[in-house]
């Protein structure tokens, strides 16, 4: 269905190539994951599928790629539409009308579909993915979660040979992940689409796909089986790293296998550390707020307090109201009843250096805040607005991801690439609250680890609360104190990390899974546990 003959790519201005003589074939009905580190050219890959590189991004371009025996390099990507259907990473970028149902009929209206059967396949894509309540709705209203869901039902109305998603389950919550990642199992299995995923969070991926690329950064590409390739990479599931550190006879690719796999381990008697809170005092105090949005309910009568040096993960399904709660905690809108104050202040009257000094707050679409033609300007903007030193935040940027190119404009980088320089810009504001918006989007394991370092200290060394609305379960259990869980914009859960997430068997870490009914939730909780009884 898809070949790679001997095929190159490099950027203009790139110090390294992205591609380097990569030669693969993907047979019609299989499923490959392509990995790799944040920036190491997993979407260009994607979009050499359908030709929108080098076609839309430039680029020098060797070798040859066709799908189902067309060569893109002889077709331009609008006319591969009807065959290669296509998901970026943001979404939000991609879509053309206002609507829900619109936005899935639009395509099959420009290639002059006949109604009934525009129709008949609206109706299908809003049952497969769970979007009937919406389809009335203004896209602009979704969550991301609900946007991404939506994207991927565009893409799916086609009736596409080839599926290609970048990052497809990165703003769903693990109930929604699961549902679409089965829905795709069923595309390949029963219908023999061929799909190929980009993703960073493997644990929700890995037990699906047939086969691996993956790209390690330097031009160089490996292929092979999930076993094949996780036995060598450094990017790994917590799975896979806790194979590892049991010194397990085989990596295994899902829960069960692990599980059948520590039998013996679960069996002993640990003793479980005992936690003595600390007092502290209150840094955000949210009080009976409620908002809604054009008669939708959004948050109802919703009241926690979060203290200084607090790491606080609020989760929960899409559209619960989680980047609600956060807009209004940092005073993009004032709530409909009730109040919030961040250190004794109502957020929506700071204002400008006092505004950013205050509360440092890095939304799902952090591309808003950069205005900058290069990634050196928006690190020196940052330096001199904040009064650093020179260099400050370039230096905490390659320190979250190495190798960014300072020449490069933002809008050229990966979406992990964009991410880790916002996430540099604020934090080295130092604000005396942090709010971050679904932080870990497009980074990789490594990414994600010095991030979470970086908060830590944040949050101990300043006594500082971090607040961050996430879906990232894995990321949850290794840095947050504390979870408040939502539901239809109220909170129905909060309490301490461990309590939360082993309640909860959809929102529970990979190492809770395998190691339940033991109370663990990552794998230096589970080694800590050996250790501390040998």
């Known amino acids: 269905?898809?070949?790679?003959?001997?095929?190159?790519?490099?950027?203009?201005q790139s110090t390294k190539t992205i591609l380097e003589d990569l030669s693969f074939q993907i047979e019609e009905g299989e499923m490959v994951l392509v990995m790799g580190e944040t920036g190491s050219g997993k979407s260009s890959l994607l979009r050499l599928i359908n030709g929108l590189v080098p076609h839309h991004t430039g680029g020098i371009l060797a070798g040859d790629i066709s799908v189902d025996g067309i060569s893109t390099r002889t077709v331009k990507p609008g006319s591969l539409a009807h065959l290669?259907?296509?998901v970026g990473q943001n979404p939000i970028n991609g879509f053309v009308t206002d609507i829900v149902e619109e936005e899935l009929a639009f395509s099959m209206e420009a290639l002059n579909f006949a109604p009934d059967v525009m129709r008949k396949r609206v109706e299908e894509v809003l049952d497969l993915l769970s979007l009937s309540a919406l389809r009335n709705r203004s896209i602009a209203t979704l969550s991301g979660g609900e946007q991404q869901r939506l994207a991927i039902g565009a893409a799916l109305v086609m009736h596409p040979k080839v599926l290609v998603l970048d990052e497809p389950t990165?703003?769903?919550?693990?109930?929604?992940?699961?549902?679409?990642?089965?829905?795709?199992?069923?595309?390949?299995?029963?219908l023999s689409v061929t799909v190929i995923i980009a993703e960073h969070r493997l644990e929700r991926v890995i037990q699906f796909v047939d086969r691996i690329i993956y790209i390690e950064?330097?031009?160089?590409?490996?292929?092979?089986?999930?076993?094949?390739?996780?036995?060598?990479?450094?990017?790994?599931?917590?799975?896979?790293?806790?194979?590892?550190?049991?010194?397990?006879?085989?990596?295994?690719?899902?829960?069960?296998?692990?599980?059948?796999?520590?039998?013996?381990?679960?069996?002993?008697?640990?003793?479980?550390?005992?936690?003595?809170?600390?007092?502290?005092s209150t840094a955000i105090e949210?009080?009976?707020?409620?908002?809604?949005?054009?008669?939708?309910?959004?948050?109802?009568?919703?009241?926690?307090?979060?203290?200084?040096?607090e790491i606080v993960a609020?989760?929960?399904?899409?559209?619960?109201?989680?980047?609600?709660?956060?807009?209004?905690?940092?005073?993009?809108?004032?709530?409909?009843?009730g109040h919030i104050k961040v250190d004794g202040v109502d957020p929506t009257t700071l204002k400008g250096a006092e505004r950013r000094k205050s509360i440092g707050y890095v939304p799902q679409e952090p591309s808003d805040l950069l205005f900058a033609s290069t990634v050196s300007e928006e690190c020196a903007l940052a330096d001199r607005s904040n009064d650093?030193?020179?260099?400050?935040?370039?230096?905490?940027?390659?320190?979250?991801?190495?190798?960014?190119?300072?020449?490069?404009h933002p809008n050229d980088l990966s979406e992990g690439q964009r991410l880790a320089l916002v996430l540099s810009i604020v934090l080295s504001g130092n604000p005396e609250v942090l709010v971050l918006d679904e932080p870990t989007r497009g980074l990789d394991y490594r990414a994600k680890n010095l991030f979470a370092i970086a908060l830590r200290e944040y949050a101990t060394q300043f006594n500082r609360p971090v607040l961050l609305?996430?879906?990232?379960?894995?990321?949850?259990?290794?840095?947050?104190?504390?979870?408040?869980?939502?539901?239809?914009?109220?909170?129905?859960?909060?309490?301490?990390?461990?309590?939360?997430?082993?309640?909860?068997?959809?929102?529970?870490?990979?190492?809770?899974?395998?190691?339940?009914?033991?109370p663990w939730l990552t794998v230096s909780d589970v080694v800590h546990a050996i250790e501390g009884q040998s």
């Open 1 to 12: 269905m898809i070949t790679f003959s001997n095929v190159s790519l490099i950027y203009p």
């Open 84 to 86: 290669v259907g296509i």
């Open 170 to 190: 990165s703003a769903l919550d693990p109930i929604a992940a699961e549902e679409v990642l089965s829905v795709l199992h069923r595309l390949v299995h029963d």
């Open 217 to 280: 950064g330097n031009g160089d590409t490996s292929i092979g089986t999930a076993d094949e390739i996780l036995k060598n990479s450094d990017l790994v599931p917590p799975i896979v790293k806790l194979a590892r550190a049991l010194n397990l006879s085989e990596i295994g690719t899902s829960v069960r296998e692990v599980r059948r796999q520590t039998e013996d381990v679960r069996s002993k008697e640990y003793v479980r550390p005992s936690t003595t809170p600390t007092n502290t």
């Open 286 to 309: 949210i009080s009976k707020v409620s908002h809604s949005y054009s008669g939708k309910t959004a948050l109802n009568g919703v009241s926690a307090s979060i203290n200084h040096g």
């Open 314 to 337: 609020i989760m929960g399904r899409n559209g619960a109201g989680k980047s609600t709660l956060l807009h209004s905690i940092v005073g993009l809108h004032s709530p409909q009843t």
């Open 388 to 408: 650093l030193t020179p260099g400050s935040t370039a230096s905490l940027l390659n320190r979250l991801v190495p190798d960014i190119s300072t020449h490069a």
């Open 469 to 518: 609305a996430t879906h990232d379960v894995e990321l949850v259990a290794e840095l947050a104190d504390r979870v408040l869980f939502l539901a239809e914009g109220e909170i129905v859960a909060d309490g301490t990390t461990l309590d939360v997430l082993l309640s909860s068997p959809a929102f529970a870490p990979q190492v809770a899974k395998v190691m339940s009914p033991k």
